[in-house]
């Protein structure tokens, strides 16, 4: 997706080999006609699988996947982060392992929201190593529903979520790959 690159590359700033700050248009700041753009792009891409939720994880995914509810007509659910603490009645739950933050949270959405013949689009802002969006795909199975694909923003090539997510049969679609960002440039993959 160009525009995106072109975002990307002026307002992006490379705070590591790893990790690509992107503040001023997805992760605090938002812009909205790029997330209209964004949301557009993924209705294209996964607008033939008869979607009916759209899942992701609260907060920075929230945009784009309202964005792409909207043009695809179904609604947005944003799983809930939480501290590990007792088992709630009423909630899907599954553990999400952060690499980044070196530690295991989890994430709940509420067993009212899915059902077995919901086909759901997993929506995230980042990919890196693809234990987000795991997680949201085994709270989508748990409910009986079927993941029909994985939308997200930024992937990290680099890193092993989307050979992880393919392997296990997910349809996974990037709208931007970085390769690398050594020497604090940002590459992207063909
Ligand atoms: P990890 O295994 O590499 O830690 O990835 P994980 O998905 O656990 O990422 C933890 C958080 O960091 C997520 O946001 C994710 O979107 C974000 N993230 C991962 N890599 C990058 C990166 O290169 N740049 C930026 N800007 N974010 C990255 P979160 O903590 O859930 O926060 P929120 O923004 O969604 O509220
Ligand atoms: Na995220
Ligand atoms: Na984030």
């Known amino acids: 997706m160009e525009m995106l690159k072109r975002i990307i ?26 997330m209209q753009e964004i ?3 993924f209705a294209n891409r996964f607008g033939e699988d008869e979607v009916t939720k759209i899942v992701t994880i ?3 995914g929230i945009a784009p996947a309202v964005m792409a509810g909207l043009e695809l007509g179904v ?20 553990k999400v ?9 989890e994430v709940s959405i509420s067993k009212k929201f899915l059902s077995p013949n919901d086909r759901v689009l997993i929506i995230d802002d980042f990919l890196a190593n693809g ?25 990290k090539a680099f890193q092993n979520g989307s050979g992880k997510l393919k392997e296990l ?14 020497n604090g440039t940002v590459e992207f993959a063909e």
Do not use: C, W
């Open 169 to 182: 049969g997910y349809r996974v679609e990037s709208l931007a790959r970085v390769s690398s960002l050594a």
């Open 9 to 34: 590359i002026d307002e992006g700033i490379v705070l590591s080999e790893q990790v690509l700050k992107v503040d001023s248009f997805l992760n605090h700041q938002i812009d909205p006609l790029l």
């Open 58 to 60: 609260e907060s920075s």
């Open 131 to 155: 234990e987000a969006a795991l997680a949201m795909a085994r709270i989508v199975e748990q409910a009986g529903a079927s993941v029909t694909g994985i939308g997200i923003v930024i992937e």
């Open 75 to 94: 609604p947005v659910i944003f799983a809930r982060k939480r501290k590990s603490l007792t088992l709630q009645d009423g909630l899907y739950t599954e």
């Open 39 to 41: 949301g557009r792009t």
């Open 97 to 105: 392992y952060s690499f980044t933050k070196m530690e295991e949270s």
